[in-house]
């Protein structure tokens, strides 16, 4: 598995993301081709060798005619899906603007689509945000990490006016995310590069272990007492026994008897939509022999405190326990399949490039039968009659 580790030792912005993958190998020519895609006009691409502190990389900049553009994410959205881009890139830059809107709307006290995007909005934001998409879809990466990132601090001047950094956005789109500042005054992690970063990445931590294959620095426009650099590093990730994929993760438990059990199926909403991996319940006998479930929770590290904030919310417990596991698994992917019945994704389980097993996922088959009126165990084998040529 491909991976890319952002070194964020000096923050993160969108044209530094796109420098990085630029330094890391990606074709100017062949971002540009894909962005014109995009149907945007008036905006040109200059890639420029520049050195900070001694380090050599590249800075992207984007220079264009539009003046305070104002566009609602319906607008983004619509720019988005004209395209010819590949689905997943579409996809993906969409989340990072949805990410982005509800930051915002949270600051302004409003509805993620009636949110005027101001910077963001503009053709140069655009292009930092779908370009980097487009730049780690093209240099075949799969997964994202990253450092904790180094905010700044002091003030920035904002379409709303003077504002602390982080700036506000900025710092909803940072909750859980491990982050510090060194005390240099000026804004280090922009709205767009948090929300890039925030979306994409997997964790937040020290460097994965892999094979490193490729590494790039993308240059920030101001020159800081350290070098405004940041450093992607993209590699093999490390694999286990016969190829499976290994990770270490967080466990959560704790022993429930005084609840009711209709609360469970909205705790596992909440706990999924917060970035658990897995969560699930076991029988157990507790104190004087009492029945009980004992929840459990597999989450990422850096995940761990929000989901315990959460538990504490949702349940009637007084405590929790917590001890790191290693996760083993398989590679996997969703390939969407054309039935009678519409687009089923079919989840494809990989060891060693071998398909290991594969299945048609429950949420399509269900709203596919409910659309068509029939019952989902049809829709099912429908998808699974694909399933077999896909394996041929």
Same mark, same amino acid.
């Given at each position: 598995?491909?991976?890319?580790y952002?070194?964020?030792?000096?923050?993160?912005?969108?044209d530094?993301?796109?420098?990085?993958?630029?330094?890391?190998?990606?074709?100017?020519s062949?971002?540009?081709?894909?962005?014109?895609?995009?149907?945007?006009?008036?905006?040109?691409l200059?890639?420029?060798?520049?050195?900070k502190?001694?380090?050599?990389?590249?800075?992207?900049?984007?220079s264009?005619?539009?003046?305070?553009?104002?566009?609602?994410l319906?607008?983004?959205?619509?720019?988005?899906?004209?395209?010819?881009?590949?689905?997943?890139?579409?996809?993906t830059?969409?989340?990072?603007?949805a990410?982005?809107a509800?930051?915002?709307?949270?600051?302004?006290?409003?509805?993620?689509e009636?949110?005027?995007?101001?910077?963001?909005?503009?053709?140069?934001?655009?292009?930092?945000i779908?370009?980097?998409?487009?730049?780690l879809?093209e240099?075949?990466?799969?997964?994202?990490?990253?450092?904790p990132?180094?905010?700044?601090?002091?003030?920035?001047?904002?379409a709303?006016?003077?504002?602390?950094?982080?700036?506000?956005?900025?710092?909803?789109?940072?909750?859980s995310v491990?982050?510090?500042?060194?005390g240099?005054? $000026?804004e280090?992690?922009?709205?767009?590069?948090a929300?890039?970063?925030?979306?994409?990445?997997?964790?937040?931590?020290?460097?994965?272990e892999?094979?490193?294959?490729k590494?790039?620095?993308?240059?920030?426009?101001?020159?800081l007492?350290?070098?405004?650099?940041l450093?992607?590093?993209?590699?093999?990730?490390?694999?286990?026994?016969?190829?499976? $994929?290994?990770?270490t993760?967080?466990?959560?438990?704790?022993?429930?008897?005084?609840?009711?059990p209709e609360?469970?199926?909205?705790?596992?909403?909440k706990?999924s939509?917060e970035g658990?991996?897995?969560?699930?319940?076991?029988?157990?006998?507790?104190k004087?022999?009492?029945p009980?479930?004992?929840?459990?929770?597999?989450?990422p590290?850096?995940?761990?405190?929000?989901?315990?904030q959460?538990?504490?919310?949702e349940?009637?417990?007084?405590?929790?326990?917590?001890?790191?596991?290693?996760?083993?698994s398989?590679?996997?992917? $969703?390939?969407?399949?054309e039935?009678?019945?519409?687009?089923?994704?079919?989840?494809?389980?990989?060891?060693?490039?071998?398909?290991?097993?594969?299945?048609?996922?429950?949420?399509?088959?269900?709203?596919?039968?409910?659309? $068509?009126?029939?019952p989902?165990?049809?829709?099912?084998?429908?998808?699974?009659?694909?399933i077999?040529?896909?394996?041929?």
């Amino acid at each position: 598995m491909r991976v890319a580790y952002f070194d964020c030792f000096s923050g993160i912005s969108g044209d530094m993301v796109l420098g990085a993958l630029i330094d890391a190998g990606l074709e100017p020519s062949v971002l540009e081709e894909r962005l014109s895609s995009l149907g945007l006009e008036g905006y040109k691409l200059e890639f420029v060798r520049v050195t900070k502190q001694g380090i050599a990389g590249t800075k992207v900049n984007v220079s264009t005619e539009e003046a305070h553009a104002h566009r609602h994410l319906a607008d983004i959205n619509a720019i988005l899906e004209k395209s010819e881009l590949p689905v997943k890139v579409v996809k993906t830059a969409k989340r990072i603007f949805a990410n982005l809107a509800k930051a915002e709307a949270k600051v302004h006290n409003t509805q993620p689509e009636k949110i005027h995007f101001h910077e963001v909005g503009a053709i140069d934001a655009i292009i930092d945000i779908v370009g980097a998409v487009i730049g780690l879809e093209e240099l075949g990466v799969e997964e994202v990490y990253a450092s904790p990132l180094h905010t700044g601090s002091g003030f920035v001047q904002c379409a709303h006016g003077l504002m602390p950094v982080p700036a506000p956005a900025t710092a909803e789109l940072l909750k859980s995310v491990p982050v510090y500042s060194k005390g240099i005054e $000026h804004e280090l992690v922009t709205p767009t590069g948090a929300a890039i970063i925030t979306t994409l990445a997997k964790s937040f931590g020290n460097l994965p272990e892999l094979v490193v294959e490729k590494i790039g620095y993308g240059a920030g426009e101001r020159d800081l007492e350290i070098p405004n650099l940041l450093r992607v590093v993209i590699g093999r990730g490390k694999t286990g026994v016969d190829g499976l $994929h290994t990770g270490t993760f967080t466990m959560i438990e704790t022993n429930i008897d005084d609840m009711n059990p209709e609360f469970y199926d909205y705790l596992f909403y909440k706990l999924s939509v917060e970035g658990a991996v897995d969560v699930y319940l076991s029988s157990v006998y507790m104190k004087k022999n009492r029945p009980g479930t004992m929840l459990h929770v597999l989450a990422p590290k850096e995940k761990q405190m929000k989901l315990i904030q959460t538990i504490f919310k949702e349940t009637t417990t007084l405590g929790v326990r917590c001890y790191e596991i290693q996760k083993i698994s398989c590679a996997n992917e $969703h390939i969407p399949v054309e039935t009678r019945y519409g687009t089923v994704r079919i989840k494809v389980s990989k060891n060693n490039g071998e398909i290991v097993n594969a299945a048609p996922e429950y949420e399509d088959c269900r709203l596919a039968a409910i659309k $068509h009126n029939v019952p989902i165990k049809i829709v099912y084998d429908a998808a699974k009659i694909e399933i077999r040529e896909l394996l041929k």
